[in-house]
C-alpha cells in the first residue's frame, strides 16, 4: 500500500499523462499516509484487553481479514480522486483499526503457546513476517505497477489476506487443548511449561493499570518500540520515493533493490531470536543481559548507519549503508519486544498494545520528512531526517540498557487464591473427623467413614444454598473456626461440624 502512495504523486508530467494521476502536495500526502497511523493507536490497548479474555487466534484473523477487505474498497476510492478523498482517509484509518489488533492479538496467541525458554525464538519468528511481507511486497508491488496499473497491488494483496485468513481459520487453535494439529506429547510438553501463566485471564478489573504506568521497565519497552517504529516507517513509506528521487533508481530496479535492507533484516531477526534463547537456556547470561546486549547492538548499529548514510550520495554505498542499517535494528527485536514475556507474562497482550499503540505515533516520521523534504530541499531534507532517526535509536538503546528488567516484575505475579469461610470449615471438619476416629472404637469409626463416603457425594454448591436456611449455622461455622485458633476442641462442637 506504501509504494502506491509514494509512487504516482511524484511522476512527472509525461508520465501523468499515461497513469491515474493523485493531486496531493508533499504536506497533503504525509497526511494520507498518516491517516493509517490514527486508527492504528486506538486499538492497541484495546486489543490487548481483548487479547487476554477471547480467544487471540481468532481476533488476530479477522484483523488481517477486515484489512484485506477494505483494501479492495481502497483501490475503488482511489481511482475517483480527487472526489473521494475523505473516503480514502476513513478506510485508512479503519485499516488502522483493524490491524491495530493483530500485534496484541499476536502476543495473545503466544501467551499460551510459547515456553519460556523458546519465547525468543518463537515471537522473532513470527515478527519476522512482517519484514518478509516488505521483501517480498516491495518488489511485486513495484511489478504490478510497471506492467499492469496502480490499482493492482491494492488487489492482489486484499486477495492475498482473504486467502491467508481461510487456511489460519482452518489450521489456528486458541490454545493447545484444542488444537488438533499437535502430537499429545506437544501438549503436555506445552501445557507443562506454559500453565502457569495462564490460569486466570486478566480483567479490566485485574489489570494493576497504576503499576504498569510507573514500571520503569514497562516505560523502557514503550519507548523502544516507539524509537523502533520512528525508523521503521521512515524507511518503509519512503525508501522508493528516496531511491528515486535521491539516488535516480527506475520504479521497477527501486522496488527490487529496497526489499534488501528488509531481506536482510528477516535473517537477522531469526538469528537473533535463536541466540537469545540459546544464551539464556544454557545459562551463559542472565535474561536480562541477553535483552540488553540484543538491543543494543539493534539501535546502537542501526544509529551508527545512519548516520553514515545522511553523509552518502554514491547510490550503491548508500543502497548497502541502508541495508546494514536496517539488518542491524532486526538484533532489537530480541531484545525489547519479547522483553513483554520476561517481565510480565500475564499481560503480555495489554503490555504489547500500550506499548504498540504509544508506537503508532511514530507514522508521524513520514509527515515530518514530506515537509522536511519541501521545506529544505531533496538532499538537505533526507540527511536531516536519517540524523534525526540516529538520534532517536540512541535515546532507545540508553533507555533500556538504565531501565529494562530480564525477571518477573512483583505486580505480575498471580496471587494465591483466598480460601472462602465454607473451605476453612469443611478442611476443619475432616480433620477434627481424623482426630476423634483414632480415640473412638471400630464401630464408630466404620460408621463415620459410611457417612463421610455419604458427605463426599454431596453437591456443595446446592448445599451452600440450603445451609443458608439453617438457623446459627454461621455461628456454627465461626465458632469452629475460633476452636481452631485457640486449640479448644470439644465434643459438643465436633457433633455441630460433623452435623454441616
Sequence with gaps: MCVTWDLFPKKNKKEIAETQQFYWSPTELGFMESAFFYGYAITQIPGGM???????????????????????????????????????????????????????????????????????????????????????GLPISAYLVSYIDWYAPFYFFGVAGILWFLIWFAVSAPTPENSKSISDDEKRFIIEQVGQVTSSPATLTTIPWKEILLSPPVWAIVISNFCRSWTFFLLLGNQLTYMKDLLHLEIQSGGLISSLPHAFMSIVVLASGQMADYLRST??????????????????????????????????????TLIFAAGCSGFGIAG???????????????????????????????????????????????????????????????????????????????????????????????????????????????????CEEDEAKCDWSTRTTIDKGIPGLKKVKLRSFMILVGGKFNLSSKSLIFAY
Aim: charged fraction near 15%; proline fraction near 4%.
Design 336 to 450: 525489547f519486544n519479547v522483553n513483554h514475556f520476561d517481565i510480565a507474562p500475564r499481560y503480555a497482550p495489554i503490555l504489547m498494545g500500550f506499548s504498540n499503540g504509544i508506537s503508532a505515533l511514530a507514522g508521524a516520521s513520514g509527515f515530518i520528512l514530506e515537509h522536511l523534504v519541501a521545506a529544505q530541499g531533496t538532499e538537505a531534507g533526507w540527511r536531516i531526517s536519517f540524523l534525526i532517526a540516529a538520534v532517536i535509536d540512541l535515546t532507545a538503546m540508553i533507555t533500556f540498557l538504565i531501565f529494562a528488567k530480564g525477571e518477573l516484575q512483583q505486580w505480575a505475579k498471580e496471587k494465591e487464591p483466598q480460601q472462602s469461610m465454607e473451605d476453612i470449615v469443611r478442611r476443619l471438619s475432616y480433620i477434627m473427623r481424623r482426630v476423634s476416629s483414632r480415640r473412638r472404637p471400630e464401630s464408630s469409626v466404620k460408621h463415620e467413614r459410611l
Design 50 to 136: 481483548l487479547a487476554a479474555k477471547f480467544a487471540p487466534n481468532v481476533l488476530f484473523g479477522f484483523s488481517i481479514l477486515i484489512a484485506a477487505v477494505l483494501n479492495l474498497f481502497l483501490a475503488l476510492a482511489l481511482s475517483a480522486h480527487p472526489h473521494t478523498d475523505f473516503i480514502v482517509l476513513v478506510i485508512q484509518i479503519c485499516q488502522g483499526l483493524s490491524l491495530g489488533v493483530s500485534y496484541p492479538a499476536m502476543h495473545g496467541v503466544w501467551r499460551h503457546w510459547a515456553p519460556p525458554m523458546e519465547r525468543s525464538k518463537l515471537a522473532t519468528t513470527t515478527f519476522t513476517g512482517g519484514y518478509l511481507g516488505v521483501m517480498i
Design 283 to 320: 545459562g551463559k547470561m542472565s535474561t536480562q543481559t541477553v535483552r540488553k546486549l540484543f538491543n543494543t547492538l539493534g539501535f546502537g548499529g542501526e544509529a551508527l548507519f545512519l548516520c553514515c548514510l545522511s553523509l552518502i550520495n554514491e547510490p550503491s554505498a548508500a543502497v548497502t
